[in-house]
């Protein structure tokens, strides 16, 4: 119960759900006209503004996209422009995946490392994986540049037509739109610092 408790609690503390339906209605757009924009569907749409489901980073890059702000606004309590920010842990907020969120679900539980800065082009986040079947992986693409570097257990990284296996002290770069996905290969969580690069649109 508790879990449940803390999760509603991260995402409303957030506002996730709250922003994104601002912004829309800054833009003066349905949520049909949000859904053909970032090929998500309009009940997922309407749950995410709800705050009925945690959404996956990919997702919110998507709408970071099509409502033409950073990632960033989506984890700040206020905009800032420091040329320096520095995150204690007590500055972080866990995102793990809502009791029954079983579509387009959130298959890792993420921390933003940095929540104050506004207009930055790198996003970084702690991830963690937990132990996972091969017919549960969640595949994602979005646009921009992902690097990750695994701070302990194993993973295995699958796109369309790789698999590679990562340990403990491992990294991979690669480009975002390709169609990819992790999952936990050992007894406990996986984790890792990964980084995300994405353009605004123009």
Not at 78 to 89: D, V
């Amino acid at each position: 119960m508790g879990d449940k408790n803390d999760i509603q609690l991260a995402v409303k503390a957030l506002q996730i759900g709250h922003k994104v339906r601002e912004l829309r209605q800054k833009h003066r757009y349905t949520l049909q006209d949000l859904a053909h924009k970032t090929g998500l569907s309009k009940p997922f749409l309407s749950q995410i503004e709800n705050n009925h489901v945690v959404p996956p980073i990919a997702t919110l890059l998507k709408l970071a996209r099509a409502l033409n702000v950073g990632l960033a606004h989506f984890f700040q309590d206020q905009e800032e422009n420091e040329k320096i920010s520095i995150t204690r842990p007590s500055d972080r907020m866990r995102m793990d995946r809502r009791p029954h969120q079983d579509k387009e679900q959130v298959n890792y539980i993420y921390e933003s490392l940095e929540r104050r800065k506004s207009s930055k082009r790198m996003e970084p986040f702690l991830v963690e994986f937990p132990v996972q079947e091969v017919e549960r992986m969640e595949f994602q693409s979005h646009t921009g540049e992902e690097f990750l570097y695994l701070l302990e257990g194993k993973v295995e990284f699958r796109t369309g037509d790789r698999v590679e296996i990562l340990e403990a002290g491992d990294s991979i770069y690669f480009d975002s739109d390709i169609s990819h996905s992790f999952r936990c290969l050992s007894d406990q969580p996986a984790k890792a610092v990964a980084v995300l690069f994405s353009e605004l649109s123009a």
